[in-house]
């Protein structure tokens, strides 16, 4: 046996040697088995060596059926050349086979520990490395031994040396994921999604990593990676929607800084779930939205259809209320409104309350709106003095707000709060945009109110006013506030009353009774000479004709030193007057009072008038008088001319015709006066003033014929006889020098 191990060692291709021993080893497996035993231990080629060992164990196992030489034998062969891989592989499968899992685990690393040394001179050796440390860390991993560092240390040890080991990525990331190492396991992703290329298997790696990143609590991480896969997928498939508007939301909860375009997406992508999936999970999703985008319109829209689907509106009242707070404008403000109101009624969260508010820059009908919906919902919850100050509130906006007034009137009267009570319906009836009758019924309760529980006069009598404006025939009010008047000794507003109602009443008759206890109170009790007169002038007005009324009215304006207002009610009221003598009488008057009153030639017409109707020369006497002062000559001559026709002594007609040719020579009218001068001198020839003053107009005039025929005539009537011989001398000489006719001067004289 010696001979042939030392031939073989020699020359491992000895093929008479080879044939011999194998012949030999059919006898005596056993001894040909220890043969190739020492061939292989003496052999100094590693290649060489492990061959023959590989063959003795070869031998071992399955001829002679003894493992454990067989094992050795491999052992010694992996020792000569690690390189080889199948007496490993043999060993391994004989480990295997009898279950020894440890055996297999040591041979593994003792041929990964050899192969790396020599891995560093070759290579080509590393692959072998891989797949030995990936076989490895499946042993750690899987059971019996079930240790997972080490088996997660032998993975990183094939992607060490072979980066391309998918496997084994894919295995160290799911050992630090089932260990809860969610950070170790995020970088295992990218190495994978290096390696591969299907588009499926590429959103699966993302979604996954999105799961990771999120248990890692890299919410900005997992976004990403949710991203990348629904662009993979097209941004169809709900379960990645899902997912990505859930860490969005999470990252929101946990209190992270999200971008309003983050919320939006992520809301976006609750509302298209919701639109998706009803019932239940819609309800669910749409409140996710809203806790992104407080202020979202469809998703405020599905959540409450929801809700109200389910019977689960309380769970939306929270986000309604969110909703009216981050948009109290909204499209949908006026819905959460009531599901808000509705949710308090059912017993919701006082906390609610707050998001009934009206919004700030909400027109006046959109707070009284929100106001309303707010002091619902607090009666509803019996908080009645929160209610109260709600309404108080609408009704600071609206006066008439029925709701408000509805909700307050009994409850102020439950509170025996009658002054607000009072003050709160006076306002309503005040306003003038409420329904008439509505207000109507206001003011009365006020004026009851003030009348019977306040006591309060003033009150009364202001809701009383109000009523009347509104109503002016309404006679009850009228009655009940003449009668407040009277009591209080409220004279002026009590004749500010009677004149208004005088003014509304149509029958004369009516308004004529009126119009005299009107004048009686001013005079009695107001001690208003003015004012009394004024009603009786109305009086006049009214009962045409009546010469009493006139007087009674010229007498208190004169009381009142309002000559003025005297002369217009005569002026006015005269013409109706029928009978001469009173209406001569009161133009009388009406002279008397212009004159005073410095209107000279307005008065010489009343003055005129009334002597016309009474055919009293005094009268006459005051209309000359007034003409003449007012230098209208023209009618004062008249009204000279009407005296001189009423005298009865000559010498006072010529005193009254030389008067009237003084105002007609003022006027301009010559021919006239010089007519009613010579009408004077007829009269009064013993006048020199009158015939002086005709002879001047003669001479002025050149009527030398008419003065010497004036002469002659004065001569005539003269009982003095120097006087007629002056006379005549003087006609003598005007006739023969001055209209040179001596026969008549001769015959004058």
């Not at 929160?386 to 009137?409: M, Q, S």
């Not at 009268?619 to 009865?648: H, K, P, Q, T, V």
């Not at 006239?672 to 004077?680: C, G």
Request: glycine share 4%; proline share 4%.
């Amino acid at each position: 046996m010696e001979t042939l191990v030392q031939r073989l060692v020699q020359n491992p291709h000895d093929q008479e040697t080879i044939t011999f021993a194998h012949q030999a080893g059919q006898s005596d497996p056993k001894s040909y088995a220890m043969l190739l035993e020492k061939v292989g231990t003496a052999t100094s080629e590693p290649a060489v060596a492990c061959h023959w060992l590989t063959e003795a164990a070869n031998v071992w196992s399955t001829t002679l059926g003894d493992a454990h030489r067989a094992a050795r034998a491999l052992m010694i062969a992996i020792d000569r050349d690690p390189t080889q891989a199948t007496p490993a592989d043999r060993l391994a499968e004989l480990y295997r086979e009898k279950g020894d899992t440890k055996a297999l685990v040591a041979l593994l690393e003792r041929r990964a520990k050899a192969l790396a040394l020599l891995a560093l001179q070759d290579p080509a050796l590393r692959g072998q490395l891989a797949i030995l440390h990936e076989e490895l860390g499946q042993l750690w991993q899987n059971p019996p031994l079930e240790q997972p560092k080490k088996a997660i240390e032998n993975y990183k040890r094939a992607i060490e040396f072979d980066p391309g080991s998918q496997f084994s990525i894919y295995a160290i990331r799911e050992l630090y994921k089932a260990a809860g190492q969610w950070s170790d396991a995020v970088p295992f992703f990218a190495l994978e999604q290096a390696l591969v290329s299907d588009p499926e298997r590429k959103i699966a790696l993302f979604q996954d990593e999105g799961d990771v990143r999120k248990s890692a609590l890299d919410f900005a991480g997992s976004i990403v990676a949710y991203r990348r896969a629904r662009e993979l997928e097209g941004g169809q498939d709900p379960t990645l929607k899902q997912q990505l508007a859930a860490v969005l939301l999470e990252r929101a909860q946990s209190g992270q800084t999200l971008s309003l375009h983050e919320r939006q997406e992520g809301a976006e992508l609750f509302v298209e779930l919701a639109e998706e999936y009803a019932g239940e999970h819609g309800l669910s999703y749409s409140l996710c939205a809203l806790e992104l985008v407080p202020e979202h319109d469809r998703a405020i829209q599905l959540a409450m259809f929801y809700g109200q689907q389910l019977n689960r509106t309380a769970e939306v009242a929270p986000r309604a209320a969110a909703y009216l707070k981050a948009n109290p404008s909204g499209v949908l403000a006026a819905e959460a409104r009531k599901l808000i109101s509705e949710s308090m009624a059912a017993g919701g969260d006082d906390a609610l309350l707050d998001a009934l508010a009206p919004p700030p820059d909400a027109d006046t009908a959109a707070r009284v709106a929100a106001l309303l919906e707010h002091a619902q919902a607090l009666a509803r919850k019996v908080k009645k003095n929160e209610a109260a100050a709600k309404f108080r509130e609408v009704l600071t906006l609206d006066p008439a707000n029925l709701d408000a007034i509805g909700y307050l009137e009994p409850f102020l009267r439950q509170t025996r709060k009658y002054a607000e009570l009072r003050d709160v319906l006076l306002a309503a009836g005040s306003d003038s945009n409420a329904d008439t009758e509505q207000r109507q019924g206001w003011l009365r309760e006020v004026a009851t109110l003030c009348d019977t529980q306040l006591k309060d006069v003033d009150g009364a009598i202001v809701a009383l006013k109000e009523l009347l404006a509104l109503d002016a025939d309404d006679e009850p009010a009228r009655s009940q506030l003449k009668r407040m008047f009277e009591k209080q000794s409220r004279w002026d507003e009590l004749a500010t009353l009677l004149g208004d109602e005088a003014e509304q009443t149509l029958d004369i008759e009516a308004r004529i009774s009126l119009e005299k206890a009107l004048a009686k109170l001013h005079e009695q009790k107001r001690k208003d000479p003015v004012a009394t007169g004024e009603a009786w002038a109305r009086i006049a007005a009214l009962a045409t004709g009546d010469e009493e009324a006139i007087r009674s009215a010229v007498g208190f304006f004169e009381q009142g030193s309002r000559t003025d207002l005297a002369i217009q009610v005569i002026s006015e009221n005269v013409e109706a007057i029928t009978d001469d003598a009173q209406r001569g009488a009161l133009l009388q008057k009406l002279g008397e009072l212009r004159e005073g009153d410095g209107q000279p030639l307005a008065a010489g017409e009343a003055f005129s008038e009334a002597a016309r109707l009474l055919d009293v020369s005094e009268l006459w006497a005051a209309a000359e008088r007034c003409f003449s002062a007012a230098e209208a000559w023209d009618r004062a001559a008249i009204a000279a001319n009407e005296r001189a026709r009423g005298a009865e002594a000559p010498t006072d007609k010529a005193a009254l015709f030389a008067t009237e040719a003084e105002y007609l020579s003022r006027a301009g009218d010559a021919a006239n006066s010089v007519l009613r001068l010579e009408q004077a001198t007829e009269l009064d020839p013993s006048s020199d003033r009158y015939a002086a003053d005709l002879e001047a107009r003669y001479a002025a005039a050149e009527r030398h014929e008419d003065l010497v025929s004036f002469l002659l005539r004065r001569a005539e009537k003269l009982s003095e006889r120097e006087q007629r011989a002056a006379l005549r001398k003087r006609a003598a000489q005007l006739q023969r020098d001055t209209l040179g006719n001596p026969d008549a001067a001769r015959q004058t004289l």
